[in-house]
C-alpha cells in the first residue's frame, strides 16, 4: 500500500488504460479499435472512482449510451393523419404560395405552408410600403431602411418574410405577372374578335393600376436592370399580346402589315408610358381613358374593315 501511494496520479491513469484495453481484448469485445482506443484515452476516469467502479461496469454504462444515441428516431407515415389535438399544418388550407421563398417552412408533402394572420397582415404591409417607395423614388433609390421606417415595422419581421430587397421586387414583378395571366385568360374565353380581346385586356389591366399601387409598382419594376426575371416578365406580357394579335391576322380580323406586327411591342410600351406620365402631367382625366385612347390609336389602323 505504501508503494501505490508512492505512484503519481498520471502513473495510474496510463496503468488503468492498459488494464482496460487488455481486459477488452481478453473478453473479445468487438469496439472497431480506434474508436475504442479514442473513447477510453481522451475520456479518462477519474482515480478516485477506480476503487468503486469496476472497469466492465464503466465499459457497459458507455456501451448502453451508445446504443440509446443511435437508436433511429421514430418515423410516421405521411398518410396518416394525426393525433387528436396535434395542429398540423399539413392538412390545413393555405392561405398563401410564397414564390421569393417557396422551402421556408413547407411542409414535407409540397403543399404551400399556412401563416397566421398576423403574419399575412406583416407581410402586406411590407408590400404595400415597398410598393410606395418604389412607385415613387425607383428600385435604385429604395432601401430596406425606407421600408422598415415608413410602416414601423421591425428589420426581424421583414427579413423573416423578404430575405433582400430584391426579394420584395420580385414578389411585385410577379404580383403583376398573375394579373396579366389573369386578365388575358379572362378574355380569350369571351367570344369576341382578338381586337375587343386586346381592348378588354388593357383597359383591366388599366383599371387595377390605378386602383392597386403594388400592381402598378410591379408593372414599373418590370423595367429595371437589376432585378432578377423582371425583363422576363415584361417579355412575357409582350408576347402574350402579340399571341392575341397573330390570331386576329390568322382570322382576318386585323390586317397583316408591319404595323400589326409591331402592335404588341408598341402599345405595351405606350401602357407604361402613360402610367408614368401620368402623374406628371396631372390631368383629370383618368388613367382607363387614356389606355383607351391609346388602343384606339392603334387598333384603327390594323383592323380589317
Known amino acids: 500500500m505504501t508503494l501505490l501511494c508512492c505512484c503519481s496520479p498520471s502513473h495510474w ?3 488503468l488504460q492498459h488494464w482496460q484495453q487488455q481486459w477488452a481484448r481478453t473478453h473479445s469485445f468487438e469496439t472497431g479499435g480506434h474508436d475504442y482506443d479514442s473513447r477510453w484515452r481522451y475520456r479518462a476516469i477519474p482515480t478516485r472512482n477506480v476503487s468503486s467502479t469496476p472497469i466492465a461496469l464503466l465499459y457497459d454504462r458507455r456501451s448502453k449510451q451508445r446504443e440509446r444515441t443511435s437508436k433511429p428516431l421514430p418515423t410516421r407515415c405521411p398518410d396518416s393523419a394525426p393525433k387528436p389535438g396535434m ?3 399539413k392538412n390545413g388550407p393555405s392561405t398563401m404560395n410564397d414564390s421569393i421563398r417557396p422551402t421556408i417552412n413547407r411542409p414535407s408533402d409540397g403543399s404551400p405552408r399556412h401563416m397566421q ?3 399575412l397582415t406583416t407581410r402586406h404591409a411590407i408590400l404595400d410600403a415597398s410598393a410606395a417607395i418604389f412607385d415613387a423614388r425607383g428600385y435604385s433609390a ?3 431602411k425606407d421600408v422598415i421606417t415608413s ?3 421591425s428589420k426581424g419581421a421583414l427579413f423573416y418574410h423578404f430575405p433582400s430587397k430584391e426579394a420584395i421586387a420580385q414578389q411585385l414583378v410577379h404580383s403583376w405577372s398573375s394579373a ?6 379572362g378574355a380569350c374565353t369571351a367570344a369576341e374578335p382578338p381586337a375587343q380581346k386586346l381592348r378588354r385586356v388593357f383597359l383591366d389591366l388599366s383599371r387595377g393600376v390605378e386602383s392597386d399601387l403594388q400592381l402598378r409598382a410591379g408593372m414599373k419594376l418590370t423595367l429595371e436592370a437589376g432585378i432578377e426575371g423582371a425583363h422576363q416578365a415584361y417579355r412575357q406580357w409582350v408576347d402574350t399580346t402579340g399571341d392575341v394579335v397573330d390570331e386576329g391576322i390568322a382570322e382576318g380580323t386585323i390586317r397583316d402589315t408591319a404595323h400589326a406586327h409591331h402592335l404588341a411591342w408598341n402599345v405595351c410600351a405606350g401602357f407604361v408610358g ?3 406620365a401620368a402623374p406628371i402631367m396631372r390631368e383629370d382625366v383618368d388613367l382607363p381613358t387614356r389606355i383607351d385612347d391609346l388602343l384606339t ?4 389602323l390594323v383592323v380589317a374593315r
Do not use: G, M
Open 274 to 276: 402613360i402610367v408614368n
Open 87 to 89: 395542429n398540423s399544418h
Open 297 to 300: 390609336a392603334h387598333l384603327s
Open 142 to 144: 429604395a432601401s430596406i
Open 13 to 15: 491513469c496510463r496503468t
Open 180 to 185: 396579366v395571366e389573369t386578365a388575358f385568360s
Open 117 to 119: 394572420q398576423r403574419a
Open 151 to 153: 410602416k414601423d415595422l
